[in-house]
Nanobody, 124 residues
Framework: QVQLVESGGGLVQTGGSLRLSCAASGRTFSTYAMGWFRQAPGKEREFVAAISRNGGGTNYGDSVKGRFTISRDYAKNTVYLQMNSLKPEDTAVYYC?????????????????WGQGTQVTVSS
């Protein structure tokens, strides 16, 4: 079955950077869009970023535009989230998700498989 494993989370100070990775199983990685969501305590799950199956299109949540960058490496079956200028409000569990074929939208129903998440904590 499809497996998504996130890594790279940790504790960082305000203004710092962190790079998250999501390793995907299977040989059809290039067929699917990939996305990142996050959920902070007491808040709803929030869309962060997504990338199209061919890597040519990206989509970002308003709160992270200009600070975060999503990318993918087909040789490694991995999607990345580079996070810069981190703020305390970025503190959350970050989840990697596989998009349904041809979709890289901002809503959860566009994704069919999810990783277990990785914790990102930004101290003030």
């Amino acid at each position: 079955q499809v497996q998504l494993v996130e890594s790279g989370g940790g504790l960082v100070q305000t203004g710092g950077s962190l790079r998250l990775s999501c390793a995907a199983s299977g040989r059809t990685f290039s067929t699917y869009a990939m996305g990142w969501f996050r959920q902070a305590p007491g808040k709803e799950r929030e869309f962060v970023a997504a990338i199209s199956r061919n890597g040519g299109g990206t989509n970002y949540g308003d709160s992270v535009k200009g600070r975060f960058t999503i990318s993918r490496d087909y040789a490694k079956n991995t999607v990345y989230l580079q996070m810069n200028s981190l703020k305390p409000e970025d503190t959350a569990v970050y989840y990697c998700a596989r998009g349904r074929t041809g979709e890289y939208g901002s809503r959860s129903f566009n994704y069919d498989y999810w990783g277990q998440g990785t914790q990102v904590t930004v101290s003030s």
